[in-house]
């Protein structure tokens, strides 16, 4: 059981911020967290350590989110809820700006696998290539690629400039 608490003291900040890149929502974020160590300490024997235990948790959250997002789309469309509008900002300014996180997101979101989750974890979560590179398995330099190929087709479908 010790082992447990120190596991979950060491890497819980990492998972968390993992899921809070994927689903932007912080009630959620801590739910599926809490989930994400109850699943581990569940299937804990069943870890082969073919991978760092940061990554083994971080499969499991990803795939938490998942079976999160299939619920959600069973239930009702998604919306993006992400609100950019400031204070000093002109509707004008804010309607724009809005619109061109929407026309962002709608392109990410067509975008295949492995392409979208890197994106989505440099450009919401943050996280360093280096990072990036551990959670999927791979090294700092895929990441970078990988992400740097993601601008060039988020380039070509759009006038965005990253």
């Not at 975008?111 to 990036?132: A, C, D, T």
Request: with cysteine.
């Amino acid at each position: 059981m010790k082992d447990i608490e120190q596991i979950y003291k060491k890497y819980m900040p990492q998972v968390y911020k993992f899921l809070f890149s994927l689903c932007h929502d912080t009630h959620m974020t801590e739910e599926l967290t809490q989930e994400t160590f109850y699943q581990a300490m569940k299937t804990i024997d069943d870890f082969r350590g073919d991978c760092k235990l940061y990554v083994w948790l971080c499969q499991i959250a990803k795939h938490l989110w998942y079976k999160e997002l299939k619920k959600k789309e069973r239930e009702k469309p998604s919306e993006i809820t992400e609100d950019i509008v400031s204070a000093e900002q002109g509707p004008e300014t804010s309607a724009i700006q809005k619109t061109e996180v929407l026309e962002l997101y709608k392109i990410l979101h067509t975008l295949e696998e492995p392409l979208k989750e890197v994106m989505y974890l440099r450009l919401n979560g943050n996280f360093s290539f280096k990072e990036i590179g551990e959670i999927m398995g791979r090294d700092e330099n895929w990441a970078r690629v990988t992400f740097y190929r993601g601008k060039q087709r988020i380039r070509k479908e759009s006038h965005y400039e990253m």
